[in-house]
């Protein structure tokens, strides 16, 4: 064991009842670096508790109990990496930690439970976590939180069943078990009384699904019985057609109205067009990245590329210069890794497409696949978003980019506009990445995918593509545990590929009890 790729067998590092047996050892420069970014988190971590409002909201709100498990969190997707792919995936998941910790500042410090500071709940905008903030980008003197990022969608990234006790609360109250568990989740917070209450309006998009809009009703329902005023962008639903584009404009002119008349801030055009720029190089610069992967020498892939971008994409949106300082850096690594054909894992057998909507309790699934069978996660569904540029100068112009980005956004892009954006684009995206295999994830409870599952076959018949099913149930692993997911890469690897493991020590992982 070292600083080459491979030099151990990862699967060891895993023990009954344990996350890990011990720390991997990457050689002294690339272990001695990883555990100095481990330390920088642990002391992240313990300001932010050092703060009262925060170190009581710990103790309020069930779900803050998971966030002990930041650090395994970044642990388990930056397995098996080296030198500038592990520089990378640091550079990523550190300031998405500090991002989601400054909301969770935000979201105590305000709250009425805990900070109870009104001015600043006065200046703070509740968002729907499924929806794009880039609406803020026009008020500089607002702050957009989202409760639901921190206690459900980073909740369970950091703990796979951190929401299963909200699951069971929402069903106990009628609600149909087969009901996508993200919203369920968010409208089982609401039930249990276990968010922050803060804001002094909120905003919410009829996002991706029918689920999504009976999370959003809950919330709205709750929203209301606390003073707090909602709005919902409801963005057209065949948003390829140029027909809608007016009214999508429109909507987005209403909700910024809105915002103004709650806030009594006015909508800043030279903050939003400061915010544009910022946005385009960070397109620009990702767009780049994906280009790479193209190649014959991919570099920033894997939940590493798409947990990093959805909230550089959706949460960000160009209102944060720290996320453009760490693209300049994770582009300048990513040339030189690719000017030196550097590999991310050791072996590359399979350039794969990763298709659907992802097992939100196994992101460090796609890590699994390059390290155990040599697949190469190149890109997933939720990273192919437009990555064009918005104008920086055009105030018209201005509100038709906006629709169009609330019109594209992650997940919606792909549930809404016809079977073409979800079938039809798939394919051009394997010929696009030169990819000789999918991965895709059968969400049970996603009925829109599902519904699909004979076109997707058929049409990879047709076009020769190897497509490997892996089912999950989003959040909630007690319906699929994780060995479920390997077990369906390892059945198609072996009984139809005929191929070995890269490392066979990761096949079957006792991981039941790990965060």
């Known amino acids: 064991m070292g600083a080459k790729l491979g030099s151990e067998q990862l699967g060891k590092l895993y023990t009954t009842g344990k996350t890990r047996r011990r720390r991997e050892w990457r050689g002294f420069r690339d272990t001695f670096y990883d555990f100095s970014r481990w330390l920088s988190i642990m002391g992240m971590l313990t300001r932010f508790l050092a703060k009262p409002h925060n170190l009581k909201a710990f103790f309020r709100y069930r779900w803050m109990s998971n966030y002990v498990a930041v650090p395994s969190m970044i642990d388990r997707h930056t397995v098996g990496l080296r030198g500038k792919h592990l520089r990378i995936a640091h ?271 196994y992101t460090d699934f796609l890590p699994w696949l390059q390290n155990c069978w040599g697949i190469l996660p190149l890109v997933d569904m939720l990273s192919c978003v437009y990555l064009g540029q918005y104008s920086e100068t055009d105030k018209e112009q201005a509100m038709y980019d906006l629709a169009k980005i609330y019109q594209e956004m992650i997940m919606r892009n792909r549930t809404h506009g016809g079977y073409e954006v979800l079938l039809d684009d798939m394919f051009k995206f394997v010929d696009y990445y030169n990819c000789d295999m999918v991965i895709l994830w059968e969400h049970i409870s996603c009925k829109a995918l599902d519904g699909m599952h004979g076109m997707f076959e058929q049409r990879a018949r047709e076009k020769g593509v190897k497509l490997v099913w892996v089912n999950h149930d989003l959040m909630d692993p007690r319906i699929v545990p994780r060995q479920n997911l390997r077990d369906d890469i390892n059945r198609y690897m072996r009984s139809i590929m005929r191929e070995e493991p890269v490392d066979p020590s990761l096949e079957v992982i006792d991981d039941t009890n790990a965060w």
């Open 91 to 361: 550079l990523e998941y550190d300031l998405v930690a500090k991002d989601v910790a400054g909301l969770l500042n935000n979201a105590f410090k305000s709250d009425r439970r805990c900070g109870n500071d009104k001015k600043l709940s006065q200046k703070c905008v509740i968002l729907d976590e499924n929806e794009m903030f880039a609406i803020m980008c026009g008020f500089p003197n607002l702050k957009a939180v989202s409760w639901e990022t921190a206690a459900v969608y980073a909740n369970v990234l950091l703990n796979g069943a951190g929401v299963t006790h909200y699951l069971d609360v929402i069903q106990e109250m009628g609600v149909p078990g087969d009901v996508c568990p993200m919203p369920a989740a968010e409208a089982g917070v609401v039930i249990d009384d276990d968010f922050p209450i803060y804001g002094c309006c909120a905003i919410s998009c009829n996002t991706t699904c029918d689920g999504s809009l009976m999370g959003n009703t809950i919330m709205d329902k709750r929203y209301e019985g606390l003073g707090i005023p909602t709005f919902q962008i409801a963005a057209p639903l065949r948003h390829t057609e140029k027909g809608v584009q007016e009214y999508a404009a429109q909507e987005n002119r209403n909700a910024i109205k809105f915002i103004e008349e709650k806030t009594g801030e006015k909508w800043d055009w030279d903050y939003y067009f400061a915010c544009m720029k910022r946005f385009n190089e960070e397109n620009r610069l990702r767009k780049e990245w994906m280009e790479i992967s193209r190649t014959m020498y991919p570099q920033v892939i894997d939940a590493n590329l798409t947990l990093y971008g959805e909230t550089a994409y959706m949460a960000v949106a160009g209102r944060a210069q720290a996320f453009v300082d760490v693209d300049r850096k994770i582009t300048k690594l990513a040339r030189k890794a690719y000017e030196n054909k550097e590999l991310v894992c050791k072996e590359y057998r399979h350039r794969a497409l990763i298709w659907g909507v992802q097992a939100q309790y």
